[in-house]
């Protein structure tokens, strides 16, 4: 791996970081999961878009800049580094949009992908059910055939930001005397239509965007199946790469979290958490160089499979424990929500709460541990 920029990525990275700093609004920004704050982001979407900045390694075609993976990373590092909006698109721009590109129609990437780079139809994840979270083979929603399509029937809950979005993609049971893995296939299912209902999921913090949806007869046109039908299982690890691995977690997230960690221990040292500190901060540089070497994998025709699963166990737990030292820094002062006296733009127990949620969402921890001991390891079971 060649760590050194060319001259064409250092003018995508000067180029970016300007455009940031003339555009991005002050903080602290609203919450994107309340509905008045997911309209707020909605307006910096748009504008991102309307700039080619919210997708650019897609093609031009699609609303991108086409820019190479390594842009891609240094975009996302001057992104957060900037102090920019947490992406609300993100479960359709990051997740289902690297499905498309790997396993999609052309007609499906022509119809899709623009109006969602442009986040004018938005989309949520769909794949825990009651019986079916981290053992995502246990989906117990079914699709049977009908003319045109499929009639879907079941429940998806957990759907990130569900409550606000048009459409939702995950796994069905096509197939009614298959098991497992095998007779499942990938589809997209609209939100607008009869047989559907949307139930959000209140939480304690206020925030309304997690859904659970049920699905009554509601209706799948053929072209909105991903992949081949029975074979949805291949289609739904490509998607787990992109949640666990590359581009939902980039790097540029925890930089900007560790540089932020660093400047809270220079304004009110403790030597007792001097090394945590350190430790973080390192840990986040670790990451990044690690992403640069599964970028360089994957511009040489490779992918990322099973090691996507060392990626989710390490940024996860990193963040968590990042999270944690700034509190305990933070003192009497961390359970407050915003104006910190160390840091008055953001709240460190907010990032810690979400933080608490890595090691479950995109696969617990626990079921990470053993794709990695069955797949990367070559352990016996």
């Known amino acids: 791996m060649d760590l050194r920029l060319t001259p064409r990525e250092e003018a995508f ?12 609004p002050p ?7 309340t509905r008045e704050g997911f309209a707020w982001h909605l307006d910096w979407e748009r504008t991102l ?32 580094a900037a102090g920019a909006p947490l992406r609300v698109t993100q479960n359709g721009i990051f997740l289902l949009a690297p499905t498309l590109f790997e396993f999609g129609t052309e007609e499906q990437k022509r119809r899709i992908l623009r109006p969602m780079a442009a986040a004018e139809v938005l989309w949520a994840q769909a794949w825990s059910e009651p019986e079916a979270g981290s053992d995502l083979a246990s989906v117990r929603s079914t699709a049977e055939r009908v003319e045109g399509g499929w009639r879907v029937h079941g429940q998806k809950t957990w759907c990130t930001r569900g409550a606000f979005c048009d459409g939702i993609y995950g796994l069905f049971r096509t197939d009614p005397a298959s098991e497992r893995h095998r007779g499942l296939t990938y589809m997209m299912v609209m939100l ?7 139930r959000p999921v209140e939480r304690l913090d206020g925030d309304e965007s997690f859904a659970e949806i049920f699905l009554d ?12 039908v029975h074979k949805g299982w291949k289609v739904a690890m490509a998607t787990t790469s992109s949640e ?3 581009s939902l977690r980039s790097p540029g997230r925890f930089l900007a979290a560790a540089d932020a960690l660093a400047e809270l221990y220079r304004r009110a040292p403790d030597p007792r958490l001097e090394e945590r500190v350190l430790r973080a901060w390192l840990q986040a540089r670790q990451y990044r160089w690690h992403t640069y070497t599964t970028v360089t994998r994957m511009m040489e025709g490779g992918h990322i499979g099973a090691d996507s699963s060392l990626n989710k166990l390490f940024w996860s737990e990193m963040d968590l424990a990042l999270h944690a030292t700034a509190l305990e820094l933070l003192g009497p002062d961390a359970h407050l929500l915003e104006g910190q006296p160390l840091d008055p733009t953001a709240s460190w127990l907010l990032g810690f709460e979400f933080a608490l949620a890595g090691p479950i969402y995109a696969g617990t921890n626990e079921i990470q541990r053993n794709i990695v001991s069955a797949r990367v390891l070559d352990l016996p079971r």
Do not use: K, M, N
């Open 13 to 24: 990275a000067e180029e970016a970081r300007a455009w940031l700093a003339a555009h991005v």
């Open 192 to 198: 607008d239509q009869p047989g559907v209902t949307v």
């Open 217 to 228: 007869g509601a209706f799948v046109p053929d072209r909105d199946v991903i992949g081949e």
């Open 27 to 33: 903080g602290p920004h609203p919450s994107g999961d």
């Open 49 to 80: 878009s309307d700039a080619r900045w919210a997708v650019v390694s897609w093609p031009e075609e699609h609303g991108g800049r086409g820019a190479s993976l390594v842009e891609w990373c240094l975009f996302e590092e001057a992104y957060y």
């Open 244 to 246: 666990r691995g590359l």
